[in-house]
């Protein structure tokens, strides 16, 4: 019986014991799950942390390695465009400036030809004056309207005056021939203007010495014969026939020429007051002589209006010669002016 009792007693001790326990089990089975959701959870974070981590790293490969070499690429593209079209518009400056270095050449070429002609022409025209004036050709020369015109005024008026001169005689026939021959000088000096360019300063004065030398000598002519009886017949005109320096006067030679004319008058009058009723051949040589200074204003007036009128186009029909000799410099020349 004791037995029995001690073995049922210590069943419900075990069983006691056992229910005593349960709850602790029951509790860490609850505690488990809480330790297993944040096992989970950390794990979770981690996998979300290494998911974030990798899209950053795939990211940053992507930024740090892609538009790299697509900027590279471009820029090598744009690098490239940009130097053939330099290229391009380099090419044709190119050829201007060979152009422009043979247009220049050309032109150096025809200028030192044409000059060298001019030369040729001037050492020509000396020869010619050294002897006497021959003629290279068998063709007679053309004369200039305006020499044809000079030659006619000697011709009509000069040459009365000289006429009348010698019907005096004496002193006033002496000075009538060197005004005759400063104006047969310069009718010399009016061909060489109408053949030829303005020459420089030193040549024009060589050019103009023959009537210089003249001019000087019928002044002289007056001051040497103070005493004559024909005193104002030479002073009328040495007073007067300064009026051939006309030819290096611009732009007003005509009124040059008058105001020549007019110093002369003061002498002219005395002569028609001395003669007049007397012995009309002074008379007619005073009226011969204001007639050809009067001439002598309207030639100017025609032909050398604002001065003496050199002959420019000589030069340019050298140049036109040479010009057609350059064929190739003409034809580059016109290439040259359409690419311009």
């Known amino acids: ?60 490969h992507q930024e740090s390695k892609d538009p790299e070499p697509k900027f590279e690429v471009s820029e090598t593209i744009e690098a490239v465009e940009t130097q053939k079209n330099f290229t391009v518009q380099q090419a044709p400056n190119t050829e201007l400036e060979s152009e422009e270095e043979i247009m220049s050449k050309e032109l150096t070429t025809a200028v030192s030809r044409l000059e060298a002609v001019a030369s040729r022409l001037e050492n020509l025209a000396k020869c010619q004056q050294e002897e006497g004036g021959a003629k290279v050709s068998s063709e007679p020369e053309v004369m200039a309207e305006s020499v044809i015109a000079f030659e006619n005024l000697i011709a009509a008026h000069i040459k009365k005056y000289v006429e009348l001169s010698h019907v005096i005689g004496g002193d006033v026939q002496t000075q009538a021939d060197l005004v005759q021959q400063a104006f047969q000088a310069q009718k010399e000096f009016l061909v060489q203007a109408s053949r030829s360019k303005l020459p420089s300063q030193n040549v024009l004065m060589e050019l103009l010495k023959p009537t210089s030398e003249k001019i000087q000598a019928i002044v002289d002519c007056r001051e040497k014969n103070r005493r004559s009886n024909f005193f104002n017949h030479l002073s009328a005109i040495s007073e007067s026939v300064p009026c051939l320096g006309w030819v290096n006067v611009s732009p007003t030679p005509g009124p040059f020429v008058k105001d020549m004319a007019d110093a002369g008058t003061f002498y002219s009058n005395r002569v028609l007051m001395e003669y007049k009723g007397k012995d009309q051949n002074h008379v007619d040589w005073t009226k011969s002589w204001t007639s050809a200074l009067t001439e002598l204003q309207a030639f100017i007036k025609e032909y050398h209006r604002t001065g003496l009128e050199w002959n420019s186009s000589v030069m340019f029909k050298l140049f036109q010669m040479i010009l057609v000799v350059n064929s190739d410099s003409i034809l580059l020349s016109a290439k040259y002016d359409d690419e311009c």
């Not at 019986?1 to 089990?25: G, H, I, V, Y």
């Not at 794990?43 to 940053?60: A, R």
């Open 1 to 60: 019986m004791f037995c029995c009792t001690c073995a049922k007693e210590s069943s419900d001790d075990e069983l006691f014991q056992e229910r005593k326990n349960t709850p602790n089990q029951k509790e860490d089975r609850r505690e488990s799950p809480t330790n297993g959701e944040t096992k989970r959870n950390s794990e979770l974070n981690e996998s979300e942390t290494k998911c974030v981590k990798l899209g950053d790293s795939v990211s940053n």
